[in-house]
């Protein structure tokens, strides 16, 4: 199902959104012929956080290109923020690269098929999570494992820890290296997501009420962390949870909050539970583009990637917003709760997460140490950044529900990594 992507303003996009979903977008490429302007990206740069006007001289001799772009969303009100980087892009191309949208991932639907089409042409750019082949890019994954460091805090945390692994991520030859010897050119790289949540069928914050509790645990680290809660980790196919919840075949779910909500979790787990001082992992997602990408001008590769990062931060300020609205729903309407894991609990998830980060660190992958060291720090440097940009929570996570309304606004933050990461020589491009 194709549909011209229409000029909507960034307002009206976002002003539409319900739950839009970040990580399923997949642009792929058009006619081979419609790339022009540079044998290799050649061409002029220009600085990160130039204006419209700097951005279309640069592409003023670009010959147009139509990117055709696949969501999983199945309308554009839940591809918001997606179609809001689309116009960026167009707005500050002066036209020069426009965008054909294909929905409810009709193209490339597999995440293990995505890295092979933009090698193959098929794509031209894509979002991809590496928990498929973590092998083949091991630099990356270990930044995954490292998520537990995220800080547990919705607003301080969910921000610091995105703009901290863009930091690390795209200063580190390591991981960058893993996505360019393979000829791939990331747009947003490793982007950890939305908190993860338990959500379950009832009440249950302390080592006895979980213990024994079945959850579906989509990845390793999601069921290390369920075993050191006393649960039961069950893998089970995503089509088959909401089922298996209703049926009482599993008792809890374990994944990003957004997810959560968005897929219809709170109607059926109406008790959720989140850690207090500590975090379950989450897993990263980058925008990765493909060899027919590196031949457009480099002010026109520069552009996708700093609207790649515009995009990242209006994606958590909408989601967040999301969430806001969602909250109220599951504590009132459907009757549901949102509480913290007790000390004891909370505690016991802590010591699991100690050693899995020590386990990075020691890890036999190249620069595995440097890695972990150098993303605890920019963790650490990125909350009190956020805070100064006045992103703070205004109470616990616990009684999130009684504060957490709406999303933030994202230029500040925007504007910090700008600054911060891309134009100081942050980026791959």
């Known amino acids: 199902m194709h549909s011209p992507h229409s000029r909507l303003t960034r307002r009206a996009l976002l002003l539409a959104a319900t739950v839009p979903l970040t990580a399923a977008l997949v642009l792929a490429g058009c006619d081979s012929d419609g790339f022009a302007g540079g044998e290799g990206g050649g061409g002029p740069s220009v600085p990160y956080g130039s204006s419209v ?24 009100d839940r591809a918001a923020s997606l179609l809001a980087m689309l116009d960026r892009v167009t707005e500050y191309s002066g036209d020069k690269i426009t965008f054909d949208v294909i929905f409810a991932g009709a193209l490339v639907p597999a995440n293990a098929d995505v890295d092979d089409a933009l090698l193959a042409g098929l794509l031209d750019i894509a979002a991809y999570s590496m928990s498929s082949e973590e092998t083949e890019y091991p630099a990356s994954a270990l930044m995954m494992d490292a998520t537990v460091l995220r800080d547990p805090r919705y607003v301080t945390g969910w921000w610091s820890t995105e703009a901290a692994y863009a930091e690390v991520a795209y200063s580190s030859e390591n991981v960058l290296g893993e996505w360019e010897s393979k000829g791939l050119l990331p747009l947003s790289i490793l982007s950890p997501g939305a908190p993860a949540v338990l959500v379950c ?20 680290l999601y069921m290390r962390q369920a075993e050191a809660l006393g649960m039961i980790p069950v893998q089970m196919d995503t089509v088959e949870v909401y089922e298996g919840i209703v049926r009482g075949l599993i008792d809890c779910n374990l994944g990003p909050v957004t997810v959560m909500f968005g897929t219809g979790m709170f109607e059926i787990a109406r008790h959720v539970v989140i850690p207090a001082t500590t975090s379950f992992a989450t897993t990263p997602s980058s925008l990765l583009a493909g060899t027919r990408v590196r031949s457009l001008p480099l002010a026109a590769q520069q552009l996708l990637v700093e609207s790649a990062h515009a995009y990242q931060a209006e994606s958590i300020s909408v989601l967040s917003g999301a969430l806001g609205g969602a909250l109220p729903v599951l504590t009132g309407q459907l009757g549901g709760t949102w509480d913290a894991l007790d000390a004891e609990a909370d505690a016991a998830l802590a010591a699991e997460n100690q050693v899995i980060l020590a386990e990075t660190s020691a890890s036999a992958v190249t620069g595995a140490s440097a890695l972990a060291t150098d993303l605890e720090a920019a963790t650490l440097a990125w909350i009190e950044r956020v805070i100064e940009l006045g992103y703070t929570d205004e109470g616990t996570i616990g009684d999130l529900p009684d504060w957490f309304t709406t999303g933030a606004d994202p230029q500040p933050w925007f504007d910090a990594v700008v600054t911060d990461v891309l134009a100081a020589g942050h980026s791959p491009v």
């Open 201 to 220: 069928s009832s009440p249950a914050t302390t080592l006895s009420d979980l213990a024994g509790l079945k959850v579906r645990a989509s990845n390793p």
């Open 53 to 76: 006007e700097v951005y279309r001289e640069a592409l003023a001799e670009m010959e147009p290109v139509q990117l055709t772009v696949q969501t999983t969303a199945v309308t554009a």
